[in-house]
């Protein structure tokens, strides 16, 4: 059978790994797009030259490679220096996610699972089969990354309000699995999903 695509996206403390983890444990081959963000920054990779070019010789640290903390200092809260950026990055990271799409094909994977925060914003949902959207209540968002990550919850809260709201993932997802209750309940929603994929195969 030909190999489904989905694209998995979930803003802050979503849960969008966990369940990428869990249908990794069902078969399913899991491509991060934050990895392939860092490959991207690889002196060999294009997106070097760019992004040197661009923001300058001294977003290199001294290994040699991309300083990600020195060059997120010049476009943080700078719209218009995180779109160059951005659409420098972008389009590399989609060039590794295609190749890693087409060795699971090669592989004779069933299912590969994109994973990626800026699926929608990036205009990645046109390379992917299904859209996949994990969204909880931005109040219980707040409460477990100020858990987990040890933040103040004001800080997460305005990463939250700089993001996509759950509505607008949800008006481009095909499938939207709410995981505001348990992890059990979660895994039991993503199983529900994955039966309906191999039963479509």
């Not at 476009?75 to 160059?84: E, H, S, Y």
């Not at 109040?139 to 993001?163: E, F, K, L, M, Y």
């Not at 939207?176 to 039966?195: H, P």
């Amino acid at each position: 059978m030909p190999l489904i695509v989905i694209g998995l996206t979930g803003g802050i403390a979503s849960g969008k790994s966990t369940a990428a983890r869990h249908l990794a444990e069902r078969g399913a081959v899991v491509i991060d797009a934050d990895k392939l963000g860092h490959r991207a920054y690889e002196p060999d990779r294009p997106a070097f030259a760019q992004v040197v070019a661009t923001f300058g010789d001294d977003v290199i640290g001294a290994d040699g490679g991309i300083d990600r903390r020195a060059l997120g200092t010049k476009v943080f809260g700078d719209p218009a220096q995180l779109k160059r950026l951005t659409d420098i990055v972008w389009p590399q990271i989609l060039v590794l996610a295609k190749e890693e799409i087409a060795a699971a094909q090669k592989s004779g994977a069933k299912v590969a699972v994109l994973e990626a925060a800026v699926l929608l914003e990036a205009g990645w949902q046109r390379e992917v089969d299904e859209v996949w959207a994990v969204t909880l209540a931005p109040a219980v968002a707040v409460a477990r990354a100020a858990a987990r990550d040890g933040v103040d919850a004001a800080a997460v809260q305005a990463r939250i309000d700089a993001q996509l709201s759950n509505a607008e993932r949800a008006a481009h997802a095909g499938t939207v699995i709410d995981n505001s209750g348990s992890e059990a309940e979660l895994f039991a929603k993503l199983d529900a999903e994955w039966q309906r994929l191999q039963e479509a195969a």
